[in-house]
C-alpha cells in the first residue's frame, strides 16, 4: 500500500499578514520553524522505514522539509511541480488589497470561484502538475513518501487525487506544518485517512 504525506510549509510572516505568497519565495519565521520541528516528530511516530521526502524548492518548503528529513538523516529531494501556484498581480497583497485591486475577481474567488486575470496558475493545472509529481514520487519511495508543499497546491493534489469537484473548499484549508495522509491500495485509487494533523 503507498502511503503518501502531504505536509505544508510552516508559518511565515506573510501568513501572519494574510498575504498571498504564491511562487513569491518567502522565508519561515521562527514559529514556522518551531512548528516544522513538531512535525518532523509527530512524522516520525507513524513513518515506515524507507521513506523518501520531495519538497517544492520555494524555500518555505524545503527548510520545513530539511528539519522533517533530518531526523532520518536523509536528504531531501526538489521538484518544481510541488511549489505553490502563481497568483501573478495578488502575489504579496492582503485581501482587501487585493479587493481594491480586482473587485469582481476577489469577489469570485472568495466564493470558491476561479478569477480570471493574466499570470494567475487556475486548478486544472495546478492539479495536473502535483498529481504527476506525487504519482511519480510514490513510485520510487520504498515504504512511506512524504510530500512538503503549500496550502493551495497541497489542497488541489488532494482534490484531484481523489477525483472530487475542485470548485469551492471541499477539503478545507491545509494548515501550517500539518500533515495529511493519502493512501492507495494496490490496483485501487487514492483516498484520504488523515487531515491536518498537528494543525493548532
Known amino acids: 500500500m503507498t502511503r503518501v504525506y502531504l505536509v505544508r510549509h510552516g508559518q511565515t510572516d506573510w501568513n501572519v499578514e494574510g498575504r498571498l505568497q504564491g511562487s513569491s519565495n518567502t522565508q519561515l519565521n521562527e514559529t ?28 518555505r518548503a524545503s527548510d520545513t522539509a530539511h528539519i522533517v528529513a533530518e531526523q532520518w538523516g536523509i536528504e531531501i529531494h526538489t521538484d518544481q511541480r510541488l ?7 495578488w502575489e504579496g497583497l492582503s485581501s482587501d488589497e487585493r479587493e481594491e485591486y480586482s473587485p469582481l475577481q476577489h469577489k469570485e474567488w472568495r466564493e470558491g470561484r476561479e478569477p480570471e486575470y493574466a499570470g494567475y496558475e487556475n486548478h486544472a493545472s495546478v492539479g495536473a502538475r502535483m498529481v504527476e509529481a506525487i504519482e511519480e514520487w510514490a513510485v520510487k519511495a520504498p515504504d512511506d513518501l512524504v510530500i512538503v508543499t503549500h496550502g493551495s497546491a497541497g489542497r488541489m493534489a488532494v ?32 483516498s484520504l485517512d488523515r487531515l491536518n494533523i498537528g494543525a493548532e
Do not use: F, T
Open 83 to 89: 511549489a505553490e501556484r502563481d497568483y501573478g498581480p
Open 159 to 190: 482534490l484531484h487525487l481523489l477525483g472530487l469537484e475542485v470548485a469551492g473548499r471541499r477539503v478545507g484549508n491545509l494548515e501550517n506544518a500539518a500533515w495529511s495522509r493519502l493512501v492507495q491500495p494496490e490496483g485501487g485509487g487514492w
Open 32 to 59: 514556522g520553524r518551531a512548528q516544522a520541528r513538531r512535525a518532523a516528530q509527530s512524522l516520525r511516530s507513524v513513518i515506515r522505514p524507507g521513506v523518501v521526502v520531495a519538497s517544492s524548492p520555494l524555500d
